[in-house]
């Protein structure tokens, strides 16, 4: 069984930074691939970032990439997301997934999901 518990979002003007972490409780969590996804006001589920089990390899959304930042930290289980120089586009709901073969960017690809945080950036 693997739960993840998103954390850190909250409410920034335009241009600001927030930093969220999914603590996952998992066997082996070095084994997961990771990823990000967000949902904005009446839109679908978007990709956002994913990472490698090795934490080597890291892919992007066009929108966020140079501006966000997906990283993991095996010591204490959990998966981070740096955000800068954010927009209101990026508001939304933004969940963490763990997959156990790949980190593509289909969320119908992830058998994991948290509860999500909520992210307002206004303007």
């Known amino acids: 069984q693997v739960q993840l518990r998103e954390s850190g979002g909250g409410e920034v003007q335009t241009g600001g930074s927030l930093k969220l972490s999914c603590a996952v409780s998992?066997?082996?969590?070095?084994?997961?691939?990771m990823a990000w996804f967000r949902q904005g006001p009446g839109k679908g589920r978007e990709f956002v970032a994913s990472i490698s089990t090795s934490g080597d390899w890291a892919d992007y959304a066009d929108s966020v990439r140079g501006r966000f930042t997906i990283s993991r930290d095996r010591a204490v289980n959990t998966t981070y997301l740096q955000m800068n120089a954010l927009e209101p586009e990026d508001s939304g709901t933004y969940y963490c997934?763990?997959?156990?073969?790949?980190?593509?960017?289909?969320?119908?690809?992830?058998?994991?999901w948290g509860q999500g945080t909520q992210v307002t950036v206004s303007s």
């Open positions: 998992a066997h082996s969590f070095s084994s997961w691939y």
């Open positions: 997934a763990a997959d156990w073969y790949t980190m593509a960017r289909s969320e119908y690809t992830y058998d994991y």
